[in-house]
């Protein structure tokens, strides 16, 4: 059971290159979230999904895109790298709302110079 | 919208002593589920306790405890035997019970937590 995995771990972008973060997961969870997290700060809402075809923004979307064709699949992209981005971004999952503890993958550094 | 603050940037414990990370958050909720969450250097982020908010009697999972004041909207962690793999930084959560807005996780900006041999 791999539970949420996130690929790739690092990657360093030149500004205006684009990208994709891909995060799968196997659990058959429903709601799957994106997170990102700057130095030292807290979790801020990027984008998430209660369940296949249906997405919707967090608190910070502005600079990205997502889709959710398939349960297992929840894709972040990047399109024009900002160094705003310079992040380290979470995918995570729940099977339902509420009390359900949402999973985390291990993370993706990314960096935009 | 919902926040969540943590007022300690950083704390620090002894080994073997007990140590409380302060969280309050606002909402005008009145069923909902609270958080915490440990991440270590790794970075990965790992559930450590939570609350529902319906509840009374406060949370425990080993030498974890909650002391939850909902009509003070507070929520801290009590570490107890203080251990040197605690180390982390710590994140107080608030999520809604409804399915609303994608039950979304909100997270506080977090406790470094340092533990002194």
């Known amino acids: 059971n791999a539970g949420v995995t996130q690929t790739p771990k690092f990657r360093i972008l030149k500004i205006g290159q684009s990208m994709t973060l891909q995060c799968a997961q196997d659990?058959?969870?429903?709601?799957m979230y994106w997170y990102r997290q700057d130095p030292g700060m807290g979790l801020k809402l990027i984008y998430y999904?209660?369940?296949?075809?249906?997405?919707d923004k967090g608190e910070v979307p502005n600079g990205y895109n997502v889709s959710r064709s398939t349960t297992e699949d929840f894709p972040l992209r990047l399109e024009l790298a900002a160094p705003s981005q310079t992040s380290v971004y979470f995918c995570?999952?729940?099977?339902?709302?509420?009390?359900?503890?949402?999973?985390f993958g291990n993370g993706t550094r990314l960096t935009v110079t | 919208a919902q926040t969540v603050t943590q007022s300690q940037p950083e704390m620090s414990v002894q080994e073997a002593e007990t140590v409380t990370l302060s969280c309050t958050y606002d909402t005008s909720e009145s069923d909902y589920y609270l958080f915490w969450y440990k991440q270590p250097p790794s970075r990965q982020m790992i559930l450590v306790i939570r609350q529902e908010a319906y509840k009374q009697q406060n949370a425990t999972e080993n030498r974890f405890s909650v002391n939850f004041q909902k009509a003070a909207k507070s929520f801290s962690l009590k570490i107890s035997d203080s251990q040197l793999g605690d180390a982390a930084m710590y994140f107080c959560?608030?999520?809604?019970?409804?399915?609303?807005?994608?039950?979304?996780?909100?997270f506080g900006e977090g406790t470094q937590l340092t533990v002194n041999p």
């Open positions: 999904s209660v369940g296949a075809g249906i997405t």
């Open positions: 995570a999952s729940s099977y339902t709302g509420g009390s359900s503890p949402l999973h």
């Open positions: 659990m058959n969870h429903n709601y």
């Open positions: 959560a608030y999520r809604p019970s409804l399915e609303a807005s994608g039950s979304r996780l909100t």
